[in-house]
């Protein structure tokens, strides 16, 4: 009607919304503690309060380097309430490469988990003018807590919403060097009803959150479930056992996995007795879940639904359960809620029609703002109000998605994204490599592993180890080469371009 003000969405202020529904139901579970949705908000409220102190406005950026627990959780959402930019950090990162994302993001704030002390002094010295404050676990100090104790619960006066930045999540590129995806309070919200109405996510759920929240696929279904109401089990580290006594203990319904934490929970489960009655689903994505495991879960009554998912999309892209289509398993499902999928041409950029490999774009409410301080590469991705993937796929004739490859130079081992040309990058300024070409190979246990082919300088000794640990020196340890492979020179096309599908062919899984 005329004259009505729009409706604005804050992220922050839809938390109020669920605590005016559900105020005494159990939202978050973790670290031997137990919050109610209005316990939670009262917290929230008291480090908005504290925030506010700082001098911190809207626009401005917070870094979060804290494990899936109620500080991450309880920093975020007081945040959003103030229009604070949240930048969640992948604390397995090196302290460079930390320090990096810290800088390139110009944070004002970093929130971090005692845990992490030692990885923050190390890059201390480069974050000049930077306000530090620990998130402790022990009983006897915990700054955190410190700040907010007797601090003000009422709410603060909202100053963003709709299309405006809310969350920073950093992936990379071709260049190897991280880009800060911006995602706004409406790219959450139409996430999270996308999720909602595509497959089964109930009030009633509980929910374990153990996917890391750096990564979206960790971080989304955090939306979710207090959109619908449901209980977070936050699990600040995968163990497998773990995971089958807090389902049994807690009468857990659901997760979201990867592969490598499914094909471990299934070993596990073999040599344990668990009562996992309450488990209707679990979610899968990262990379594409094996049938046999798909299989193996059904044999022990527990569905398994598979996500593809992407950053710049707030997340998940398409679902395949089921109930969908149970011989579409090969598939990843179909567009979430209110998604629009398009499968183009790579060069004319034109609809392809069913069946026809090309490129997937995506469009609707879940896509991103662009590249942080990234124009350039923001025009690349973002053209007519489309999002364009690099990724290879194709809709069948009866609306599935088939993924073909996932940007094709992705290594996804464990769940965990290793960029090629990051890896390429390092090992390109050993004095002793004259050129390198990283792939991924598979991997029994982690799904897919890095594997460098090196040509050597002239005269040089450098072996297998030496190339290895030079990695480990450079980047996190996840993302070291597993195997080198030394060869007299690189495969090339007629324009010099490094024909990686070649070496791909070749190459043997590396156990």
Request: charged content about 25%.
């Amino acid at each position: 009607m005329k004259g009505m003000d729009k409706m604005n969405i804050n992220i922050g202020e839809m938390f109020l919304n669920r605590v005016q529904l559900t105020p005494n139901k159990e939202a978050f579970i973790g670290n031997n503690k137990r919050y109610t949705y209005k316990e939670m908000n009262d917290q929230i409220n008291q480090f908005a309060d504290y925030l506010q102190d700082t001098g911190l406005q809207a626009g401005d950026r917070m870094a979060l380097v804290c494990k899936n627990n109620e500080y991450f959780i309880t920093a975020f959402f007081a945040a959003a309430k103030l229009g604070i930019i949240t930048v969640p950090v992948n604390w397995r990162l090196s302290p460079p490469e930390m320090a990096y994302i810290l800088g390139n993001a110009e944070v004002s704030l970093v929130v971090y988990d005692e845990s992490f002390r030692n990885v923050i002094e190390t890059i201390q010295g480069e974050l000049s003018g930077v306000t530090l404050l620990e998130a402790g676990t022990s009983l006897d100090e915990n700054p955190f807590l410190e700040t907010i104790t007797k601090r003000e619960k009422l709410e603060p006066k909202n100053t963003t919403a709709n299309d405006d930045t809310i969350l920073i999540m950093y992936t990379s590129g071709t260049t190897g060097k991280p880009k800060g995806a911006m995602i706004s309070h409406e790219n959450l919200y139409g996430a999270s009803v996308g999720m909602s109405h595509i497959i089964d996510w109930w009030h009633d759920d509980i929910f374990i959150s153990v996917a890391p929240f750096y990564h979206i696929g960790g971080f989304a279904p955090i939306i979710t479930n207090f959109h619908n109401g449901c209980t977070s089990i936050l699990m600040e580290d995968f163990d497998p056992v773990t995971v089958w006594k807090t389902i049994e203990d807690e009468k857990v319904t659901t997760m979201m996995t990867v592969p490598a934490m499914l094909a471990f929970m299934l070993k596990a489960i073999k040599q344990m007795k668990a009562d996992y009655s309450s488990v209707r689903n679990f979610t899968c994505g990262a990379s594409p879940v094996p049938k046999q495991l798909i299989e193996a879960y059904a044999q022990i009554g527990i569905s398994i639904q598979q996500v593809y998912g992407i950053t710049e999309y707030t997340g998940a892209v398409s679902f395949w359960k089921k109930a969908l289509d149970e011989t579409k398993g090969d598939s990843m499902g179909k567009p979430v809620f209110q998604g629009k999928l398009k499968i183009v041409d790579m060069n004319t950029k034109e609809e392809l029609n069913a069946g026809e490999d090309g490129e997937i774009i995506l469009a609707g409410p879940q896509v991103f703002n662009g590249y942080w301080n990234n124009e350039e590469e923001s025009r690349k991705v973002l053209q007519d109000g489309w999002y364009y993937s690099g990724d290879i796929g194709r809709v069948d004739k009866d609306g599935f998605l088939h993924v073909i490859d996932r940007a094709k130079d992705i290594i996804i081992s464990g769940g965990e994204n290793i960029y090629s040309a990051e890896l390429e990058s390092i090992l390109s300024t050993h004095p002793d490599i004259e050129e390198v070409a990283v792939i991924g190979v598979p991997n029994e246990k982690w799904g897919e592993v890095p594997k460098a082919y090196v040509v050597k300088s002239s005269e040089s000794a450098i072996d297998e180890e030496s190339v290895i640990d030079y990695c480990k020196q450079h980047l996190a340890s996840y993302k070291a080469i597993k195997q080198v492979e030394f060869i007299d020179q690189l495969p090339r096309n007629a324009v010099g371009k490094i024909l990686k599908h070649t070496l791909k062919d070749n190459a043997k899984e590396v156990h």
